[in-house]
């Protein structure tokens, strides 16, 4: 009888290790498969996050968007939308975007830098 006891106590902690395992370590996101959670502007975005940037946190902190702009700035990793949105891009060369281009990006947003007034996109790629 103990030794039932055992093996089922055994397989149990198993499965709960196992589950736990795979909860911790799952693999990144892929911010391009996901549904964007609001659809903006970059002037918007950016204005939400200066007029209240606790209250713009809590609504897109770590959420998928999509954002639109006017292409104002790129390096070879990020484009800049409307000096207001940065879009670090994740597949997608900039060599195909333009500067003064319009654009609609798909991004996870990171956060809001204070000084330059900048609200920052990770894992981001173009929208067709």
Known sequence: MKKKIAIIVLI???IAGYSGYKYVF????DVSSEIAAFITTANA?????????????????????NVSGKVT?????SITLDNGVVCVLSSIATNNI????????????DGFDDLFEQVKLTE?????
């Open 26 to 29: 799952k693999g990144p996101r």
């Open 124 to 128: 981001s790629s173009l929208v067709n």
């Open 45 to 65: 975005l950016k204005t939400e996050f200066v007029l209240d940037q606790n209250r713009a946190n809590t609504k897109y902190l770590g959420k998928t968007i």
């Open 73 to 77: 700035e790129k390096t070879k990793e």
């Open 98 to 109: 333009d500067v003064n281009s319009e654009v609609k990006i798909k991004g996870k947003v």
């Open 12 to 14: 149990i902690v198993v």
